[in-house]
């Protein structure tokens, strides 16, 4: 299993078509999906890609979902290897099958796909395909403003972040146990003076797929705020891996894109911590760009200059409302996971846009 793409639901897909292209230097690509009463837009980088859809009717079933939700992910879609495997077993373990196995070719390529629905209005497209949804031969040739040669900055989705509610954790963890096979990793209880949230990370038989899942512990919970916001379940952010964060987020800083700050106290702290293996220059160029690092303390005699690395940006809410956000990430010396200092790092700027938008005391 892998992710195949992510599907947003959107109130103008070419104004989100044209963001992605601008800020985060996507391509466009050549339309296949829309229907009359759909726009579905497709943007690439690497071996990212995204649909962007926006209702052209009241009867389109993006219209149905911004009546209930404010803009985001409305699916995560998979590949899996055997699709009617994939969706036996989720019927069998109780999931609801939205779309039964449907069968089409798009250009060259054979696709057998299936829908069901997972958490809050999210669903997960499992799809079965010959070929990749989004090859290099269908990149058009736009001329839109703001187009940017595409750099392939990213190489995947590292991870995707799903926001439940309270109490439900257990039971979300379960579901994807059940219905997708996915399996427990790391645990996290974070805590400051003002909030709380519990995380279980989930991932892929094969490692692929890595879905860290949040439940309030507070009442003033950021993930509470969110679950309010966004009037139920859903997904909070999405990790884009590359494999020069620094340089990445300069291009994005000079596009315009709004990050989420980090105090330069953070870095002096950093300093003091056992382990360190950046450079000076480096770490100036990372504090420049305000990005949160992270590493494995203790590591074997002899292994500190190969110790894992861990280097995390996060945009601000990309939409009008404080609800999804992006989240830039570089893993050096083959890091897995997720350090526990960046995850509080996060959860405390988030809190401190949470007291400028007066909902956090």
């Known amino acids: 299993m892998k992710i195949d793409h992510i599907h947003f639901y959107v109130e103008d897909a070419k104004v989100w078509r044209d963001w992605f292209v601008y800020h985060l230097g996507f391509q466009a690509v050549t339309d296949r999906t829309s229907s009359f009463h759909t726009c579905t837009e497709v943007v690439k980088n690497g071996a990212v890609c995204f649909f962007v859809s926006s209702p052209l009717l009241p009867t389109s079933p993006v219209a149905e979902f911004l009546r209930q939700y404010p803009p985001g992910v409305a699916d995560v879609a998979f590949a899996v290897e055997d699709v009617e495997s994939a969706i036996a077993l989720a019927q069998k373990n109780g999931a609801t099958i939205l779309q039964p196995i449907q069968e089409r070719q798009i250009g060259t390529t054979f696709l057998k796909c299936g829908k069901i629905a997972a958490w809050g209005g999210l669903t997960h497209t499992l799809i079965e395909r010959s070929?990749?949804?989004?090859?290099?031969?269908?990149?058009?040739?736009?001329?839109?403003?703001?187009?940017?040669?595409?750099?392939?900055?990213?190489?995947?989705?590292?991870?995707?972040?799903?926001?439940?509610?309270?109490?439900?954790?257990?039971?979300?963890?379960?579901?994807?146990?059940?219905?997708?096979?996915?399996?427990?990793?790391?645990?996290?209880?974070?805590?400051?003076?003002?909030?709380?949230?519990?995380?279980?990370?989930?991932?892929?038989?094969?490692?692929?797929?890595?879905?860290?899942?949040?439940?309030?512990?507070?009442?003033?919970?950021?993930?509470?705020?969110?679950?309010?916001?966004?009037?139920?379940?859903?997904?909070?952010?999405?990790?884009?891996?590359?494999?020069?964060?620094?340089?990445?987020?300069?291009?994005?800083?000079?596009?315009?894109?709004?990050?989420?700050?980090?105090?330069?106290?953070?870095?002096?702290?950093?300093?003091?911590r056992p382990g360190l293996t950046l450079s000076p220059l480096e770490l100036e160029a990372i504090a420049q760009q305000e990005i949160l690092v992270d590493w494995q303390e203790y590591t074997p005699v002899g292994a500190q200059q190969t110790a894992p690395l861990l280097l995390q940006i996060f945009t601000q809410p990309i939409f009008e409302q404080p609800t999804f956000f992006f989240e830039f990430i570089e893993r050096r010396?083959?890091?897995?996971?997720?350090?526990?200092?960046?995850?509080?790092?996060?959860?405390?700027?988030?809190?401190?846009?949470?007291?400028k938008r007066g909902t956090l005391q």
């Open 333 to 355: 010396f083959q890091a897995k996971g997720f350090g526990e200092g960046n995850f509080r790092a996060l959860f405390e700027a988030i809190e401190s846009e949470q007291i």
């Open 131 to 272: 070929l990749v949804i989004c090859p290099s031969s269908f990149v058009t040739n736009r001329k839109d403003k703001g187009q940017r040669t595409n750099d392939n900055t990213f190489t995947a989705i590292d991870h995707i972040v799903l926001n439940v509610a309270v109490g439900e954790l257990d039971s979300a963890v379960t579901w994807y146990e059940n219905i997708l096979d996915f399996q427990p990793q790391q645990a996290f209880k974070i805590k400051t003076n003002r909030s709380a949230l519990h995380s279980q990370v989930m991932v892929s038989r094969n490692g692929s797929v890595q879905l860290p899942i949040n439940e309030p512990a507070s009442q003033n919970s950021q993930i509470q705020e969110f679950l309010d916001v966004n009037r139920g379940p859903g997904i909070q952010h999405i990790a884009l891996r590359t494999t020069n964060l620094v340089s990445a987020i300069a291009k994005f800083r000079a596009s315009g894109l709004s990050l989420l700050s980090v105090p330069q106290s953070y870095y002096s702290q950093l300093k003091q």
